[in-house]
């Protein structure tokens, strides 16, 4: 098959609690006084989603964890390697600088696994990693506007949006504008066309 590229990154810690989502907003404000909502600390578990994203097709993969440590990385890579093609031949996987990419557990992944290769982004350059903008879809397909009570709910929304992501998903290309969004109409200082 050749080579692949997949973008790896971490999201949170992620909480149990409350996320804002869209509401309309009101120009006036209801005559019944302010509204009022509960502060929501959400103190009711949290843990960490690790992601791989493989740009050129669009396929997403996730496992939530309770840390963010060696280990929990080391496993996420071994479920990576189960995910991706047996007929690869090669695999560049794009990560932050975070001590537990380089740890020696990681290392001893990599020479388990010879047709991996570890690509490190410049330090203060996450949007090279386009994992990214990714992150922003799950956020708005499994959290916005939810309110979570337990850890496992949590997993539930994120491992139920990455399915729907995976049957309607698009490759990432950079310069490009989305998919769903159309081009902008001329405006009313183009002149109309001589026929």
Not at 43 to 59: D, I, L, W
Not at 141 to 158: I, K, P, Q
Request: hydrophobic share 40%; glycine share 8%; net charge positive.
């Amino acid at each position: 098959m050749g080579s692949v590229v997949i973008c790896l990154d971490e999201m949170g810690p992620l909480s149990a609690k409350s996320y804002p989502g869209r509401e309309p907003v009101r120009t006036r404000p209801p005559p019944a006084g302010r509204a009022r909502q509960e502060i929501d600390h959400g103190r009711r578990g949290k843990g960490y989603v690790f992601g791989a994203s493989c740009p050129a097709t669009g396929a997403a993969f996730t496992r939530p964890y309770p840390g963010r440590g060696a280990a929990h990385w080391v496993a996420f890579l071994e479920g990576v390697e189960l995910w991706l093609p047996g007929d690869a031949e090669r695999i560049y996987a794009i990560v932050d600088n975070l001590s537990s990419h380089r740890a020696t557990d990681v290392l001893l992944f990599m020479l388990a696994h010879p047709r991996w290769e570890v690509v490190f982004q410049p330090k203060s350059a996450a949007y090279l990693n386009l994992i990214e903008p990714w992150w922003r879809v799950l956020r708005s397909l499994a959290l916005a506007g939810r309110r979570f009570e337990t850890w496992d709910e949590v997993r539930e929304a994120v491992a139920r949006a990455t399915g729907y992501w995976n049957a309607h998903r698009h490759p990432f290309v950079w310069g490009r504008r989305r998919r769903h969004r159309p081009r902008r109409q001329p405006g009313i200082a183009l002149l109309p066309k001589a026929a």
